[in-house]
């Protein structure tokens, strides 16, 4: 599946290689909830960063394939440096793992409520002071 602004180009499951199976999903219905789930962030709030539309998407479709990072990993630094991109292959595993500790902290509400905040200074405060580790 590719994505382009609103747009879902879905390739048929028949052209995905065969053995793709995990966790009773196959990659192909996987990869159609995460673009779904970029479709609904973008929804959720127009101006939602990268990685945090990355991560809510791969948690929506239950694609855990991402290593745990530590938190001395993190930064407010790194996070502004994935802001607008999506040519980092880090968005992927960092935004995944700052979906996992907000879900970690409030759930799935606590993860949509700091996805709709639009004022990227509102967003930074509140990440800071939910996850204390988190430094600029």
């Known amino acids: ?21 995990r966790d009773g ?19 959720l709030n127009s101006q939602i960063p990268s990685w945090l539309n ?7 479709a239950e694609q855990d394939v ?5 938190h001395e990993e993190i930064s407010i630094e790194l ?9 980092d292959p880090r968005i992927y595993q960092v ?7 907000l879900v970690k902290l409030g759930g799935k ?8 905040t639009e004022e990227k200074i509102d967003r930074d405060i509140v990440l800071v002071e939910l996850l204390p580790w988190l430094k600029k």
């Open 79 to 87: 996070l502004d440096k994935l802001e607008d991109t999506n040519t």
């Open 54 to 60: 990355e991560g809510i998407s791969l948690y929506l």
């Open 95 to 101: 935004g995944y793992n700052m979906a996992m500790e």
């Open 109 to 116: 509400e606590l993860l949509l409520e700091i996805a709709g």
């Open 66 to 70: 991402y290593k745990p990072m530590k």
């Open 1 to 21: 599946a590719m994505k382009s602004s609103d747009d879902i180009y879905i390739l048929s499951p028949e052209v995905m290689p065969a053995g793709m199976e």
């Open 25 to 43: 999903y196959t990659r192909f219905e996987k990869t159609l909830k995460h673009e779904i789930g970029h479709l609904y962030t973008k929804r």
